[in-house]
């Protein structure tokens, strides 16, 4: 079935080791996306691209990067992760995304990150 | 954006109906409405969505105010397995893209 993949589904880090989580689909979307969920709170847009342009949330902090080497991958890369930085990551993919027209996103299973 | 507000929580027998209502008073007339559910743990799952019309699928129906500023979101014969916390969602258009700003949802436990 065509579908969002992450790997791994739980991620283990050290404080200020550099980590990269990855994202895949088989949709052939256009649009892929990465959110934070914090425990108990809702998910939260960090950036997104369309094809290969990169779009950042305005209250990203700088320590989040995104790479896009093809449409099939996305990567989540967190260059020196903090305690306050566990959480959540999902990633969701749309088939489109321009204005006016309805696009559903749809979610991987998410990959839960622990920084010790 | 266009901010909704649901209940926080809400209960349901096993077996009825659930409709869970969402506020969106700002909606705009481009805007959809969408309604997503996350089970704890997974990722969230795309339930159904709409403009102006009501929709219905084989996972629940959707019923928006004609004004479009409220809708409710109907599970027919609810089961355990639709214990989750349900997001009503206005998907604003971006540069490219469209973004999804999450409320607070609505935690629905479905009791047998």
């Known amino acids: 079935d065509a579908m969002v993949i992450q790997n791994p589904r739980y991620q283990v880090t050290q404080f200020g080791k550099p980590v990269t989580l990855s994202c895949s689909q088989t949709?052939?979307?256009?649009?892929m996306y990465w959110y934070q969920q914090k425990s108990s709170q809702a998910p939260k847009l960090l950036f997104h691209?369309?094809?290969?342009?990169?779009?950042n949330e305005a209250d990203t902090p700088d320590n989040f990067q995104s790479r896009r080497p093809n449409t099939s991958f996305c990567f989540l890369d967190i260059r020196s992760p903090g305690l306050g930085d566990a959480a959540m990551y999902l990633c969701?993919?749309?088939?489109?995304?321009?204005?006016?027209?309805?696009?559903?996103?749809?979610f991987g299973p998410g990959t839960r990150l622990l920084v010790l | 954006d266009a901010k909704t507000t649901q209940p926080p929580s809400m209960d349901c027998a096993e077996g009825r109906a659930a409709n869970l209502p969402c506020n969106h008073s700002t909606i705009s007339g481009n805007e959809y409405v969408y309604w997503y559910r996350q089970i704890h743990s997974q990722g969230p799952q795309y339930i159904i969505h709409?403009?102006?019309n009501n929709e219905t699928n084989e996972m629940a129906s959707l019923i928006i105010t004609e004004d479009r500023k409220s809708s409710t979101l109907i599970l027919p014969h609810a089961t355990l397995r639709d214990t989750a916390v349900y997001y009503c969602i206005v998907r604003v258009a971006i540069a490219a893209g469209n973004k999804l700003t999450f409320g607070g949802g609505t935690r629905v436990l479905v009791k047998p």
């Open positions: 949709l052939n979307h256009n649009v």
């Open positions: 709409g403009l102006k």
């Open positions: 691209y369309y094809d290969k342009d990169f779009n």
């Open positions: 969701a993919t749309s088939r489109d995304g321009l204005g006016g027209v309805e696009e559903t996103q749809y």
